[in-house]
């Protein structure tokens, strides 16, 4: 996405993002479309709007920020999502939450605070794209209850591709000219990025127990700094080391409540009993 949005302005490349990949699931589950009905469209545009929203500001704040930091700054939502659902269910976040939440907050002041305590503009858009994802994932635990996780990723992904080529043929310029590299990059983040990499969450999430789902898909952020080394040649610090690596136990924290620690205490103690015995 770094490499594309210097060539596609912002909402131009999120239409033909979102529009491939609509198009190709809507090809892959053709059958399933004749389930759509108002109950759907509605709710699968509120979703879209959300969706769209949250990566219009993730789009934007990379243009002044680093991959890397850009992939932590948006694994905040994770951290807000146990809150806004607070607000929208009444079911209030545990002390899990609270602790994940604080070491989340130290976090991001060592990733993106300035010497003098400032923010940049990318980073504070990549923020915004944080809350504006939790906001989209709540509204599909909301709004998505038994429906068919398919037929609405496909439904917001078209209203997303509809909001953005309003804005984008609105207000932005479609690039006269770019070369093989772009449009590799384009292909890339709406066959893979967006269609392929949704469909397989969704299908992983069916076997996989939450805690583990959640801490694979917090792993999206290590990832990001990886490539960003890689590929991008970004430095690290050790003050942005140590805010990556808070942002995700705080993901961590968050999302599995430590169980897998206290499972293993658990099981420990059986063993040590049923030894004396």
Request: with cysteine; aromatic share 16%.
């Amino acid at each position: 996405m770094k490499d594309t949005v210097d060539v596609f302005p912002p909402y131009i490349l999120l239409s033909i993002r979102f529009t491939i990949a609509s198009i190709l699931l809507g090809i892959i589950f053709f059958k399933r479309l004749k389930q759509i009905n108002f109950d759907y469209v509605w709710k699968g545009a509120v979703i879209g709007l959300l969706l769209f929203l949250a990566y219009s500001t993730q789009t934007i704040g990379i243009t002044e920020t680093t991959p890397g930091k850009n992939a932590f700054l948006t694994a905040v939502y994770c951290v807000i999502v146990p809150f806004l659902f607070w607000l929208v269910d009444r079911s209030k976040p545990d002390r899990y939450n609270f602790f994940a939440a604080f070491i989340c907050i130290s976090g991001i002041g060592l990733v993106a605070l300035k010497g003098d305590f400032s923010i940049g503009y990318g980073d504070a858009f990549t923020l915004l794209g944080g809350f504006l994802f939790a906001g989209h994932m709540v509204s599909v635990a909301k709004l998505g209850k038994e429906k068919d996780p398919i037929i609405l990723t496909i439904l917001q992904f078209a209203f997303a591709a509809l909001f953005s080529w309003c804005i984008g043929l609105a207000f932005e310029k479609f690039p006269g000219s770019w070369g093989t590299d772009n449009l590799i990059g384009l292909l890339y983040l709406a066959v893979f990025a967006t269609a392929a990499a949704l469909l397989f969450q969704n299908m992983g999430q069916k076997w996989t127990h939450p805690s583990a789902a959640a801490i694979i898909l917090s792993l999206e952020s290590v990832f990001g700094v990886l490539f960003s080394i890689v590929f991008y040649g970004e430095q690290l610090t050790g003050r942005l080391t140590i805010g990556f690596l808070m942002i995700f136990i705080a993901v961590v924290v968050s999302e599995t409540k430590l169980s897998f620690i206290k499972d293993r205490l658990i099981v420990k103690k059986d063993h040590e009993k049923a030894a004396n015995e």
